[in-house]
Structures are given as C-alpha cells and as structure tokens.
C-alpha cells in the first residue's frame, strides 16, 4: 500500500469524465447514484409541508432556529441512532457533514487512510484540507482491515479514516459485523477517527442489517442523510459525533450559515413523527431497488457472456463490475456509450491519489432506469464494450 502526499485532483476526481449527453431522448444512464424518482414521496412531503403551514406552529418553521437542528428532528434522528439528541447535529446533507468533520479534524500535511475505490465527492471534500493519503484496499467485503492494520503496524498514523460501511459507492460492498468491531478497536489503539459515511444504510433489499460501528467509541463520527430516501433536494443530512468534537463542529456550523433550513426540517419531522410512514417510503424503495438491481445483475449476465464479474449487491444503488477483457479501453468504450444512448462510471474516476486505478471496473447505478428498460440499457452498454477487434 502506497502512501500519498498528494492533494486530490479535484477537478479529475469530481467531474467523473466527459459528461454525458442531457436531454436525448431516450437516453438511459446506467450511473446514477440519485435516487428513483418513482422512491421519492412526494405525495407524502407534499401532505406533510401542508400540515407544517396549515398548523399553530407555521409561523415558527418560517423562523430561525437552532444551530444543532430542530429538537423534533435531532429527537427523530437520535432515535434512529440509538444515541442521545444531544450527539445529533443536523446539516445540509452528508457532503456539507463531511466537510464540517473534516474541517474540525484535519490540519495541512495529515494523512487521511480512504478506501481504494471511494467516492469522489469525499476527496473533493479532504482536498480542501490539504491531506496526504494512505488508500486502503476495498473488496466484495469493504475495507480490507488486515491491509490496514498491516499499514498501521508498518507506522502508519492516519489521523482520520473515511469509510462507506454500508453498500458502498462504488462498489456496493458492505463490511461485516467483526471486520466493524475490528476497525473501532484499531482506531482506539493507534489513535484515528473513523468518519463512516452511511447514506445507503436504509436501502438493504436482502439479508440481514449490520450493526452500524458503535457511537460509544470516542473515535467514532457518523455521517448520514435523508438524500437517498426522501430526497437529496432536500439537502438534509446529520452527524452523530462523540462528545470531545460537537463542540468544535457546533462552532464551525455557527460561524457558517447558522443552521438547516428550519422549514425543511419541521417538514421532515412531520413526515419522519407520522407513525409508519419512513418505514412504508423505505420498504417500497428497498422493493424497487432489489427488483432493479436484479434486473441489472442478470440483464450483466446475458449480454455480456463470460465477459463481465459482477456481484449482486445486497443494497445500495451501485453495482461494481469487472469487465474481463484484455486491458479494455473503458474511457473510449464510454464516449461510445455516449453515442449508444447509455452511460457508465468509469473505475479510474474512483480511485485515489497512490491507488490502483481500478483500470477494468465500471459502476453502474440503478437510479434512473426503469425496471423495464435496463435490459436495452444493458444492450447499449455492451455494444459499447465490444472490443474494437471485434468491430
Ligand atoms: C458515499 C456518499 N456520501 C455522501 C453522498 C452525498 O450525500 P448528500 O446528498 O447527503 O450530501 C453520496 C451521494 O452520492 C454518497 O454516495
């Protein structure tokens, strides 16, 4: 495992290429990692934001308020947790809490260990602050921990880890109960802070929830998101951070934008306190995606014969494919794509600064293509991959 002291590139690493074409009409993307738009309940935040303005207290939603969040909202949120309100603080979506840990955590010249693929976005983030970085490997079972406490035996001091744990973007991987407890016991022994990113956690479609890594450890931060169950428009998100960081994250968002939109979350707090109604807009989710992503796992299998390794992810909105050709040549294979009338994340785009480059995977993303079109979706994507000796 290489180290870096390299800033992130960030406008290689967050633009993922060439983007594709918009407004073509029956162009099908099979990258996004936005959520359905038939997943969002719209009917439900449309009943909920009446009630919000119908209501004694709709002067109050149109105020300011906390810098932590609204005490509904925080409440909801610490429930959802198992963690006191007190530990919650409400943001503008996991990307705005990302930067607000960082930003308290890292000085200049830190390192930073992040999993090798990662999502971009996050680099994009740490290279505000101007981190070094020791990428991790991350396979079918997430994080490799016996690769990372190898690096940490080796003298490695990362002063924070960011990590996806649950159906992880790209590769839809989710890192299992032990490999947890064994990631919180190496961050308490060598001294680093776990920042895990979760925003997929809601969108398990089969077997059995993981236990998140646990909120007791000092030296663990966790950052979530309504974006991928009612919607990242809202820009909606929280942090549950040990008791030594809220302080210093609070002070940061203070001397920001004070607070989230506290009409967005009184909105959110209705539907959220609505007895059965999350769990209803995250069960037909959950249903819409496995049927999707099982959809796509099998449309891989039929148009690309012996050519494609995919497995079936058990949530998330990501499936992480190997394409088992000589060397392809993905980037052109997209431009190609492109014209096909589909598109595709190239692996390289995830990988960070010292790692592999991920040269023969794509990620594709089960968000915006209906059940009933992956199939050509799939038909345009393997055309796309056809090698130029069978052109
Ligand atoms: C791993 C991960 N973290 C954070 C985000 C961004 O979340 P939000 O919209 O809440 O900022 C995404 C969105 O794709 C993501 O995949």
């Known amino acids: 495992m290489a180290l870096s002291r390299r800033g992130a590139d960030t406008t290689a690493l ?4 060439d983007p594709p074409p918009t407004g073509v009409p029956g162009f099908l993307p099979l990258t996004s990692g936005t959520p359905a738009a038939e997943a969002l309940p719209v009917k439900e935040l449309s009943e909920a934001a009446a009630d919000v303005l119908g209501g004694p207290a709709a002067a109050d939603a149109l105020q300011y308020s906390g810098v932590e969040g609204t005490p509904e909202l925080r409440e909801w949120i610490g429930r959802h947790e198992e963690v006191a309100a007190e530990r919650v603080l409400v943001t503008n979506g996991a990307l705005h809490s ?24 996050a680099l994009r983030v740490l290279g505000r602050s101007h981190v070094g970085y020791l990428p991790v490997p991350t396979g079918p079972d997430g994080l490799d921990i016996d690769a990372l406490a190898r690096a940490l035996e080796g003298g490695a ?4 880890l960011y990590t996806v744990p649950d159906f992880h973007n790209p590769t839809g991987a989710t890192l299992p109960a032990p490999a947890r407890t064994r990631l919180v016991e190496l961050a ?3 001294g680093f802070t776990i920042v895990a990113d979760s925003p997929y956690r809601e969108l398990r479609f089969s077997g059995e929830q993981v236990p998140q890594p646990s909120a007791e450890s000092d030296a663990v931060v966790r950052v979530n998101s309504f974006s991928k169950t009612l919607g990242p428009g809202l820009r909606l998100g929280w942090i549950v951070g040990p008791r030594r960081l ?16 506290t009409f967005t979350q009184a909105i959110a707090a209705r539907l959220l306190t609505t007895p059965g109604l999350f769990d209803r807009v995250t069960a037909d989710a959950r249903a819409l995606y496995g049927r999707r992503a099982r959809a796509l796992h099998a449309a891989l299998h039929t148009a690309l014969p012996g050519r494609i390794e995919a497995a079936l992810p058990e949530g998330g909105l990501f499936l992480w494919a190997k394409v088992l050709d000589d060397d392809p040549d993905l980037h052109t294979a ?39 079109d992956v199939a050509t979706a799939v038909g345009r994507l393997a055309e796309a991959l056809r090698p130029e000796t069978a052109r």
């Open 98 to 121: 990302l930067s607000l840990v960082f930003d308290a955590l890292l000085d200049p010249g830190d390192l930073v260990a992040v999993e090798d693929p990662v999502y971009p976005l």
């Open 14 to 17: 967050g633009g993922f290429g």
């Open 246 to 261: 809220l302080p210093a994250v609070t002070r940061l968002r203070a001397n920001q934008d004070q607070h989230s939109s």
């Open 157 to 160: 001091r990362p002063k924070v």
């Open 334 to 372: 997209r431009t190609r794509a492109h014209a096909l009338g589909t598109d595709f994340g190239v692996g390289s785009h995830f990988s960070p600064p010292g790692g592999t480059g991920s040269p023969a995977h794509i990620r594709l993303g089960i968000g915006a293509v209906p059940e009933a």
């Open 188 to 190: 308490e022994t060598y």
